[in-house]
């Protein structure tokens, strides 16, 4: 039998009872149909609802019954959308006017025919078994028995070019495959993705990053030239060799990256410590192991900037600065939240620290201090793209030695860095105060670099206690003067 759970009928009612007292009929549509059917659960549920006319006006006065946070998404379609938290949840409610005269002809309008279901609102109150109930003119349940995804009309893309996003997004979310027709339709209206706004972009992309299979739907995408509209850095970096320590060019190393860091999430996943750094949010619900997907994506966007040719040799040096600035840019446009932003930049900036440590042997105290402290929050971030990054070059002058000793030395990095956020950090010998007393300085950025000399020396135990950091703080006053 076919029905919502108790704890969405719950959060349901209300809506249901404010509807009944405004004599208003509401249609359930849309995605909560799709996963009751394919019994799929949302940490987070949304509800979307249509009706004749009228929705933005029902929804702000339902906003106001509720309590909850009331948004305007589409003035011209009359769209708006309610969030309300409720027992550690986040539930959104849609609310939409018909696009045509019948609900027939208004589902037609709906994006693929697995979300173009519908049944009336007071059914769902009803008991009884919704699969007898449920609108459904475009076979949307037979592509859902047949895992598809398929446009409801040959006009969707064209209404909303976001949509052909979303058939990628909705096909790694739920394990499904795009038809041949919403494929050739993607390809051919492509060029209207530089319409949409860049917020709504972002959202569909970090759906795809969010799933275990993102390499498979950029590739896709990629494919059907849709990716360079996003990225248009993507162009310069194809075609571009990057000499024997490599076997493919910039542009598809960068997606066997991706590829390799998937592999690697999938053997981390029974890793509590390191599944619990990379589901953090870092903003608005999106988590620090999709940033790293993009990152995977970004981290030698600088290649084709720094390309040089020394002795028949090409070399990329500075690329990881030239990345730090087109980084910038892309988050600009994608409209990144500030965190998100310094953590995507310290990634790409930072991403060939590991390999220089492997690369010169042991690595000594002080060079891994100084990583640790560079990195900051996202050191462990930079060291599994370092694992993916290296597993992604396979050139004839890659040896396996070279590949044993960068897996070695990132791995015991990675030990390190997990055991020391377990420790409680050892307070400083000297603070501020007793440096600018002692030597009778007034505040000033030598202050700064004479503790942060000190700290350096204090964790790798070339100081050992005040008086040794107060003979040091006196060289190091002497040397920066």
């Known amino acids: 039998m076919l029905k919502l759970n108790e704890e969405d009928l719950s959060i349901l009612k209300p809506v249901y009872n404010f509807a009944k007292s405004k004599k208003v009929k509401l249609y359930l ?25 009228g929705s933005i006006n029902f929804g702000r006065m339902l906003a106001k019954q509720l309590k909850c946070g009331f948004v305007v998404l589409d003035e011209e379609h009359a769209a708006c959308r309610l969030v309300k938290k409720f027992e550690g949840k986040i539930y959104t409610f849609d609310f939409t006017d018909f696009r045509a005269a019948t609900l027939e002809k208004d589902l037609l309008h709906r994006d693929f025919t697995i979300n173009s279901l519908a049944v009336k609102f007071e059914d769902v109150f009803s008991g009884k078994d919704l699969s007898t109930l449920i609108v459904d003119p475009y ?6 028995k047949d895992k598809v995804i398929r446009v409801s009309g040959k006009n969707s893309f064209k209404e909303d070019p976001l949509r052909i996003l979303r058939a990628f997004s909705f096909s790694c979310m739920l394990g499904f495959s795009l038809d041949k027709e919403t494929l050739r339709l993607a390809k051919d209206k492509k060029h209207l993705i530089s319409e949409v ?10 759906k795809i990053f969010d799933s275990r299979t993102a390499y498979t739907s950029l590739v896709a995408l990629d494919k059907l030239k849709i990716l360079e509209i996003i990225f248009p850095e993507i162009k310069p970096m194809r075609g571009i060799g990057q000499g024997p320590y490599h076997h493919l060019d910039v542009w598809q190393h960068t ?41 995977c994506i970004l981290h030698d966007v600088g290649k084709p900037g720094a ?49 220089y440590l492997a690369n010169n042997g042991r690595p000594t105290e002080r060079a891994i201090f100084r990583y640790f402290r560079d990195a900051g929050s996202d050191a462990l971030a930079v060291l599994l793209l370092s694992l993916a990054d290296q597993r992604a070059t396979k050139g004839p002058l ?22 020391q956020n377990k420790e409680k950090k050892p307070a400083p010998f000297l603070n501020g ?4 007393r002692r030597f009778k300085l007034a505040p000033g950025p030598l202050i700064g670099k004479v503790l942060l000399g000190l700290e350096e020396a204090q964790a790798i135990g070339k100081v050992k206690n005040k008086t040794e950091a107060f ?10 003067k």
Request: hydrophobic share 40%.
């Open 29 to 53: 549509v849309g995605g909560a149909l799709r996963d009751l059917i394919l019994n799929r659960k949302k940490d987070n549920p949304d509800f979307d609802f249509c009706l004749k006319k």
């Open 398 to 419: 890659t040896t396996a030695l070279s590949r044993v000793r960068h897996e070695k030395t990132v791995k015991a990095l990675i030990h390190r860095l997990l055991n």
């Open 255 to 295: 997606l066997e990256t991706l590829n390799q860091f998937e592999l690697l999430l999938q053997a981390l996943r029974q890793d509590l410590e390191i599944s619990s750094y990379l589901s953090q949010e870092l903003s608005s619900l999106r988590k620090r192991s999709s940033l790293l997907k993009l990152a």
């Open 471 to 480: 003979k040091l703080a006196a060289i190091l006053i002497k040397r920066k």
């Open 139 to 144: 076979s949307g349940r037979l592509d859902l």
């Open 433 to 436: 105060n007793d440096i600018m």
């Open 197 to 206: 706004s860049s917020e709504r972009i972002r959202e569909e992309l970090f």
């Open 307 to 355: 390309m040089r040719r020394e002795k028949r040799k090409i070399i990329f040096h500075g690329h990881e600065r030239i990345g730090l600035g087109l980084a910038r840019v892309i988050c600009r446009r994608l409209k990144l939240a500030n965190d998100e932003t310094r953590s995507l930049e310290r990634i790409v900036l930072w991403h060939l620290r590991p390999g």
